[in-house]
T-cell receptor, first 116, second 112 residues
Framework: KNQVEQSPQSLIILEGKNCTLQ??????????LRWYKQDTGRGPVSLTI?????NTKSNGRYTATLDADTKQSSLHITASQLSDSASYIC???????????????FGTGTKLQVIP | DGGITQSPKYLFRKEGQNVTLSCEQN?????MYWYRQDPGQGLRLIYY???????QKGDIAEGYSVSREKKESFPLTVTSAQKNPTAFYLC???????????FGSGTRLTVV
């Protein structure tokens, strides 16, 4: 069964500090992994997307890493800001074969709170 | 600007009533999806459509119905058969399977 597990469930950090969120997956065959940021009461917004051959991708203060061998990804947030307070969701897609739909698997998210 | 629009933002349903959630996109995406989000759970797939005039059930389709008469539109109807409809509903689209979702801003449905 394809699964995506995220840790920690929640995290509180001081403004200006760094943090790292984890995502472990068992989706196979692997196609890509995406990190989304979801503000409370809003739809998720894409931060990064990585394929099998990519091991690091940055988007401003957000840096995602991928180890396809161990099936682990992390999202590192540098110099956190109050606006980083949100849920961060890891999403893994399997390879899509012609004519068929391959279901995307969502993690339950890490809720990050940045405090002054 | 291209995007995906969900309406209304908040919706209240009485017992036994059907309600329809709107989802419109101007991104020229072929694939569209409806997800349900409950606290502490990952998004769960209700219905998806990979092309106009075709749609398929997801994991939790019971009590829901959809149509895909136009490429831009993928409305979701929550019927009276859905016994626990209170949730946050998200519509998403992508150019084709696996390219990456663009999500709408969501509709929060509450039973009153």
């Amino acid at each position: 069964k394809n699964q995506v597990e995220q840790s920690p469930q929640s995290l509180i950090i001081l403004e200006g500090k760094n943090c790292t969120l984890q995502c472990n997956y068992t989706v196979s065959p692997f196609s890509n992994l995406r990190w989304y940021k979801q503000d409370t009461g809003r739809g998720p917004v894409s931060l990064t997307i990585m394929t099998f051959s990519e091991n690091t991708k940055s988007n401003g203060r957000y840096t995602a890493t991928l180890d396809a061998d161990t099936k682990q990804s992390s999202l590192h947030i540098t110099a956190s800001q109050l606006s980083d307070s949100a849920s961060y969701i890891c999403v893994v897609s399997p390879v899509a074969f012609s004519g068929g739909y391959q279901k995307v698997t969502f993690g339950t998210g890490t809720k990050l709170q940045v405090i002054p | 600007d291209g995007g995906i629009t969900q309406s209304p933002k908040y919706l209240f349903r009485k017992e036994g009533q059907n309600v329809t959630l709107s989802c419109e996109q101007n991104l020229n995406h072929d694939a569209m999806y409806w997800y349900r989000q409950d606290p502490g759970q990952g998004l769960r797939l209700i219905y998806y459509s990979q092309i106009v005039n075709d749609f398929q059930k997801g994991d939790i389709a019971e009590g829901y119905s959809v149509s895909r008469e136009k490429k831009e539109s993928f409305p979701l109807t929550v019927t009276s058969a859905q016994k626990n409809p209170t949730a946050f509903y998200l519509c998403a689209s992508e150019p084709g399977q696996g390219y990456g979702y663009t999500f709408g801003s969501g509709t929060r449905l509450t039973v009153v």
